[in-house]
């Protein structure tokens, strides 16, 4: 969402504010709300590179790629930070600002006074300074368990049970934080960074219900330092990545009962065993008052359409990507066979009443580390379809399939 803030004049005109994504389910890296129809991350050359070379037959899983754009920190008189964004003025969307986007606004902002991104910048200096002496790899494992500590916070009650959030999932609130936080800790507040611009997939969507999935059996990419590489196999051979070629990455699910989202974290989805996911991907058809067994089919559908388009790429490895799965919470109401609510159809009509077909979509997201026959910075090269991604999704359908079969 591309929101007109409250800066003064001069820098009204010169860009936008930018808030978080109310729907992200998953990942590290912050996804912003540009438009209506659109989000940003931020731009990682390998991953622009794959957009703008993907095959045909691939692009209609994956999210529209719709150039980039540029950005810079701006800090108000509160000492609060956000995003500033310098659309064309032709791609410029402003929207009224829901009350749950200033409620995530509130949330953020209170992240900022605990987490330290509103600090005074020479105490960002000394934090910058001290994560300069550690190795990448104790930096990254003290951030991450910060990381999972703040996730804990805002998503565990004190019996750590998952609780629900009424509008939006608090993951993306702790990405964009972290983000800002980096940001703030090592680069001035003028500098410019670029965003990809890309289609938001959960635009058609009322209630966006999404499970990320991380795909395939490896997830480091062909760059990955030794470090990396041993601690992303480590996360694979604790999870069922190395038994299912699959594992939740993250989870939403609109609870028609209590009008709540129901939320999971990928740190719930790499304690799960193999019938820990399939008891997920059943929660995830749940609404909180009946299966959803009607997406089934759809699902199946779209995922053996995918399966089959990456059956015939040849040299394609998306290490460490994701795949979406989404369909809306809120259920189309029953029609006639005439294509009439039942309240609006004549009294000779038949009262059989049926039910539009469900919203589904399924989408490929995350290619900083794919690799391929001639991509940028290619380190090796593979012959044939990418094994562990089929694999995962091969056992995807097949649990599916099981649970249509059991339904």
């Given at each position: 969402m591309v929101v007109q803030d409250s800066m003064d004049a001069g820098d009204t005109q010169a860009g936008v504010r930018l808030e978080p994504f109310l729907h992200q389910a998953g990942g590290r890296l912050s996804v912003l709300q540009y438009g209506k129809h659109t989000v940003c991350k931020p731009l990682i050359s390998q991953e622009q590179h794959f957009y703008e070379s993907l095959p045909l037959a691939v692009k209609q899983f994956t999210p529209q790629y719709k150039g980039t754009v540029t950005m810079y920190l701006?800090?108000?008189?509160?000492?609060?930070?956000?995003?500033?964004?310098?659309?064309?003025?032709?791609?410029?969307?402003?929207?009224?600002?829901?009350?749950?986007?200033?409620?995530?606004?509130?949330?953020?902002q209170t992240l900022q006074q605990t987490t330290g991104s509103g600090a005074h910048p020479l105490a960002q200096r000394q934090c910058a300074q001290q994560a300069h002496k550690e190795s990448p790899a104790k930096a990254f494992l003290r951030s991450e368990f910060h990381f999972s500590t703040q996730i804990s916070s805002l998503v565990e009650d004190a019996k750590r049970n998952q609780v629900e959030w009424r509008g939006f999932n608090p993951w993306g609130l702790l990405c964009?934080?972290?983000?800002?936080?980096?940001?703030?800790?090592?680069?001035?507040?003028?500098?410019?960074?670029?965003?990809?611009?890309?289609?938001?997939?959960?635009?058609?969507?009322?209630?966006?219900?999404?499970?990320?999935?991380?795909?395939?059996?490896?997830?480091h990419g062909d760059d990955a330092s030794e470090e990396k590489k041993a601690r992303h196999m480590r996360k694979c051979e604790q999870s069922t990545s190395a038994r299912l070629g699959v594992r939740i990455c993250g989870m939403q699910v609109y609870q028609t009962d209590k009008k709540h989202f129901l939320c999971k974290d990928k740190y719930f989805g790499r304690k799960l065993s193999a019938e820990g996911f399939r008891q997920a991907l059943c929660q995830f058809l749940h609404n909180g008052a009946r299966q959803r067994t009607e997406l089934l089919q759809p699902i199946l559908h779209r995922l053996q359409a995918l399966l089959a388009v990456l059956r015939s790429q040849s040299s394609y490895r998306f290490y460490s990507s994701s795949l979406l799965l989404i369909y809306d919470g809120q259920e189309p109401p029953e029609m006639t066979p005439g294509g009439q609510h039942p309240l609006e159809a004549p009294l000779t009509a038949p009262a059989v009443p049926l039910r539009r077909l469900p919203k589904v979509?399924?989408?490929?997201?995350?290619?900083?580390?794919?690799?391929?026959?001639?991509?940028?910075?290619?380190?090796?090269?593979?012959?044939?379809?990418?094994?562990?991604?089929?694999?995962?999704?091969?056992?995807?359908i097949g649990i599916l399939q099981d649970i249509q079969e059991g339904e």
């Open positions: 701006w800090r108000d008189s509160r000492g609060h930070l956000s995003l500033v964004a310098h659309p064309q003025q032709q791609d410029r969307e402003p929207f009224t600002v829901s009350p749950e986007s200033a409620a995530a606004v509130a949330m953020l964009h934080q972290a983000h800002l936080s980096r940001l703030c800790a090592e680069y001035p507040e003028d500098k410019r960074h670029h965003f990809l611009l890309l289609e938001n997939v959960v635009s058609p969507f009322t209630h966006p219900c999404i499970l990320d999935l991380k795909m395939g059996t490896r997830q979509d399924v989408r490929m997201i995350d290619f900083a580390h794919t690799t391929y026959k001639g991509s940028w910075k290619e380190q090796t090269s593979y012959d044939g379809p990418d094994p562990g991604y089929i694999f995962g999704l091969e056992n995807l």
